[in-house]
């Protein structure tokens, strides 16, 4: 079945302590990208990759960090993180930039 | 960059009306134009899409607009039943190009009985 997959799904965690999520694609899609949904926000991007190694930053890349040393699989870094980084986290990936976004099931953050 | 607009932010209707989202955008070389749908606890799903090529396109009850002069473009909802209450996402983009897909905040859509 093709899918995008995250991990977590819930986390609890406390001001500071580095955590990653993982993100990870079975459609051999180069595209993959990290979006946080915030109440009246929208979807806001905060890191993407065109394909393994290249990696650019989104909209709203300040305290994250990210990785492509596979195609299928983009984890999240948050070294250090701060309450204003609770959100609802979305892994996509697609064929392209502009094309249809495959969303995983989403990370539910809380940082106290 | 991209920038897009998304009205009304929520939006109640009755069970069989019309609903209707509309977005503006800012840059007018955008020429791709995707809705997703988000249902309570899920993640969002691609629903309908336009280019700027064409002015309207329908899917059974949903249809989207585009009025490339004005910069905006509509997502409409016709007989509307309770499955469609969810958040609705507009988003545009230039494709072809390394372009990200700029997404609108959204609107709660309820259908209520």
């Known amino acids: 079945e093709a899918q995008v997959t995250q991990n977590p799904r819930y986390l609890i965690t406390v001001t500071g302590k580095k955590l990653t999520v993982t993100c990870s694609q079975n459609?051999?899609?180069?595209?993959m990208s990290w979006y946080r949904q915030d109440p009246g926000l929208g979807l806001r991007q905060i890191y993407y990759s065109m394909n393994v190694e290249v990696t650019d930053k989104g909209d709203v890349p300040e305290g994250y960090k990210v990785s492509r040393k596979e195609k299928r699989n983009f984890p999240l870094i948050l070294e250090s993180p701060s309450p204003n980084q609770t959100s609802l986290y979305f892994c996509?990936?697609?064929?392209?930039?502009?094309?249809?976004?495959?969303f995983g099931p989403g990370t539910r953050l809380t940082v106290l | 960059g991209e920038n897009v607009e998304q009205h009304p932010s929520t939006l109640s209707v009755q069970e069989g009306d019309s609903a209707v989202i509309k977005c503006t955008y800012s840059?007018?070389?955008?020429?791709?134009f995707p809705w997703y749908k988000q249902e309570l606890g899920k993640r969002p799903q691609l629903i309908i899409d336009?280019?700027?090529?064409?002015g309207e396109k329908k899917d059974q009850r949903i249809a989207v607009t585009l009025n490339k002069t004005a910069k905006h473009f509509s997502l409409h909802i016709t007989e509307t039943q309770p499955e469609d209450s969810a958040v609705y996402f507009c988003a545009a983009t230039i494709t072809g190009t390394a372009s990200k897909l700029t997404f609108g905040t959204g609107t709660r859509l309820q259908v209520t009985l």
């Open positions: 996509a990936s697609s064929t392209t930039s502009y094309g249809e976004q495959f």
């Open positions: 336009i280019r700027s090529n064409v």
């Open positions: 459609m051999n899609h180069e595209y």
């Open positions: 840059d007018s070389a955008s020429n791709y």
